[in-house]
């Protein structure tokens, strides 16, 4: 029987020191890989597996003190509205306890200024009621004068006419204020 023979075409060798040749370079290449190239594959490859498995450590070791500091930025951000909120109540008691102390200034300054008030309101009628007792007793005097056609110049005696004239004016208007309240 005969082995059929597979047309190779142009990569049929035409001799026989061709296929030699090539298979020696085919050797010669596969021992230049494997003992230069493949190590130097096999060297990237380990670094940059650790460099990645570094990272990847260096990440979780990162993310957990990015974790820590979260906890330590919420503890302080808690501290710091606990703070706050003590401050806000300070103030507002602060606040509060001003507000009653201009309360009680201004109750005092009120009192005060209605005291000054009546005083100088008494000083006035004081003062209105005798420059009232003097024109009236001096018109009430000549008045009379001419009534009785004598000069009452006595000012002792015209004193004590115009202080009974008053009494009996004021007692007079008393009883009629009394008289109108009961009516």
Do not use: C
Not at 70 to 91: G, K, N, P
């Amino acid at each position: 029987m005969m082995v059929p023979m597979i047309d190779l075409g142009p990569l049929l060798p035409h001799h026989l020191s061709e296929l030699i040749m090539g298979v020696l370079l085919m050797i010669v290449l596969y021992i230049v890989i494997r003992w230069k190239v493949t190590p130097a594959f096999e060297k990237m490859y380990d670094e940059r597996r650790e460099a990645i498995e570094g990272g990847m450590e260096r990440a979780e070791k990162a993310q957990a003190e990015a974790e820590a500091a979260l906890q330590r930025y919420e503890a302080q951000l808690a501290d710091a509205r606990a703070e706050a909120a003590s401050i806000r109540e300070d103030a507002k008691n602060q606040g509060a306890q001003i507000l009653s102390e201009m309360r009680e200034q201004a109750n005092a300054e009120s009192a005060r200024l209605v005291a000054n008030a009546k005083a100088q309101i008494e000083a006035e009628r004081t003062k209105v009621l005798g420059q009232l007792r003097t024109e009236v007793g001096g018109m009430a005097t000549t008045l009379a004068g001419r009534i009785v056609g004598e000069s009452l110049d006595d000012d002792e005696r015209a004193r004590r006419t115009v202080d009974r004239f008053i009494a009996d004016l004021e007692t007079h208007s008393s009883t009629e204020s009394a008289g109108a309240g009961r009516s």
